[in-house]
């Protein structure tokens, strides 16, 4: 049972920057994918940023130019710096972990994943 944890949520100005991280634990072997998603209260979950086992990244467009993911293998955590913050990127942002590539991760229902983190909140102020 692969456990996830999400950490480095917090409150920041448009504008500012904050880095999410989400660490894994219980598992040996790497899903094929870490994404980051978040959610509005009432709102679709939807994905944000998303990197696979061969290192390669996918960005949602509204985010593109401005976030990045990455991640640590050996500390089985990936990273979310998150920079130009906007308001609307106020949500909670969850760490999902799935048997998926890149190319799909943010494309499919969110049911898709099979492990997620409890979520941290972001919220940025104007």
Do not use: H
Not at 63 to 69: D, E, H, S
């Amino acid at each position: 049972q692969v456990q996830l944890m999400e950490s480095g949520g917090g409150s920041v100005q448009a504008g500012g920057s904050l880095t999410l991280s989400c660490t894994a634990s219980r598992y040996t072997d790497r899903p094929y994918c870490m994404t980051w998603f978040r959610q509005v209260s009432g709102k679709k979950r939807e994905g944000v940023a998303t990197i696979d086992s061969d290192g390669i990244t996918k960005y949602a467009d509204f985010v593109k130019g401005r976030f990045t993911i990455s991640e640590d293998n050996a500390k089985k955590t990936v990273y979310l710096q998150m920079n130009s913050l906007k308001p609307e990127d106020t949500a909670t942002y969850y760490c999902a972990a799935g048997r998926l590539y890149a190319s799909q991760a943010l494309e499919v229902d969110p049911t898709w994943y099979t492990y997620w983190g409890q979520g941290t909140q972001v919220t940025v102020s104007s």
